[in-house]
């Protein structure tokens, strides 16, 4: 059973930048797959970005692609999404996810943190 807990969700003005952490614990942090999601208010949980086991490759949707960038330390057992230039339209809960596999769907995803709140103001 893997543990997941987000960090370093916050409220900032548009412009600004953030950096979010997973830290995982409860299985062998290398074998999988880990991917940021993020869910805004009355909308389907959609991914953000994704990244392997080993942390190459990794993949940005097109509204990440250039602004956020996600990285992963397999000997700490963390994940980071760094968000910059952020703007209104990022605010959301931010998930973190771990699979086997990378997918672009939540349903390819196992396990779940509880989520942390970015809240971006114009």
């Known amino acids: 059973q893997v543990q997941l807990a987000e960090s370093g969700g916050g409220l900032v003005q548009a412009g600004d930048s953030l950096r979010l952490s997973c830290a995982a614990s409860?299985?062998?942090?290398?074998?999988?797959?880990m991917a940021w999601f993020r869910q805004a208010p009355g909308k389907e949980r959609e991914l953000v970005a994704s990244i392997s086991r080993s942390g190459m490759p990794t993949y940005h949707t097109d509204s990440a692609k250039g602004r956020f960038t996600i990285s992963r330390d397999n000997a700490k057992n963390l994940v980071y999404l760094q968000m910059n230039s952020l703007k209104p339209e990022d605010t959301a809960v931010y998930y973190c996810?771990?699979?086997?596999?990378?997918?672009?769907?939540?349903?390819?995803?196992?396990?779940w943190g509880q989520g942390t709140q970015v809240t971006v103001s114009s």
């Open positions: 409860g299985g062998t942090f290398s074998t999988y797959a």
């Open positions: 996810a771990s699979g086997r596999f990378v997918g672009a769907t939540a349903e390819s995803y196992d396990y």
